[in-house]
């Protein structure tokens, strides 16, 4: 059973920049999807980036640019890099896992959230003046 605990989530004004991790344990399989996902108070929760076990990535195209997700394997750890923060992105953001998975990452269905069956607890993130 794969674990995910997400951490890194914190306040900051708009512009700055918060790098999230989501440690991963557990059997994660040779093939899988891991996927940042966000959720704003009364909005939907909304796909963010998703990688692959060979390091393909793909992101929701509003977030493209700003944030990079990236992995290291050796640490078991997926990262999100978020650069340029806007108050719109103030959601709680949470890491999910889809394994085993042999879907692409540029799948229309790759971020959409009844593909995971696994989630992390979330991290607050809150871009304020």
């Known amino acids: 059973q794969v674990q995910l605990v997400e951490s890194g989530g914190g306040s900051v004004q708009p512009g700055g920049s918060l790098r999230l991790s989501c440690s991963v344990s557990?059997?994660?399989?040779?093939?899988?999807?891991l996927a940042w996902f966000r959720q704003a108070p009364g909005k939907e929760r909304e796909g963010v980036a998703v990688?692959?076990?060979?390091?393909?990535?793909a992101y929701a195209d509003s977030m493209k640019g700003r944030f990079t997700i990236s992995q290291d394997n050796a640490k078991n750890t997926l990262y999100l890099q978020m650069n340029n923060l806007k108050p719109d992105d103030t959601a709680t953001y949470y890491c999910?896992?889809?394994?085993?998975?042999?879907?692409?990452?540029?799948?229309?269905?790759?971020?959409?959230?009844?593909?995971?069956?696994?989630w992390g607890q979330g991290t607050q993130v809150t871009v304020s003046p």
């Open positions: 999910a896992a889809n394994a085993p998975s042999l879907m692409p990452v540029n799948h229309l269905q790759a971020l959409a959230t009844h593909e995971y069956r696994v």
């Open positions: 557990g059997n994660i399989y040779a093939s899988y999807l």
């Open positions: 990688i692959n076990e060979d390091g393909d990535t």
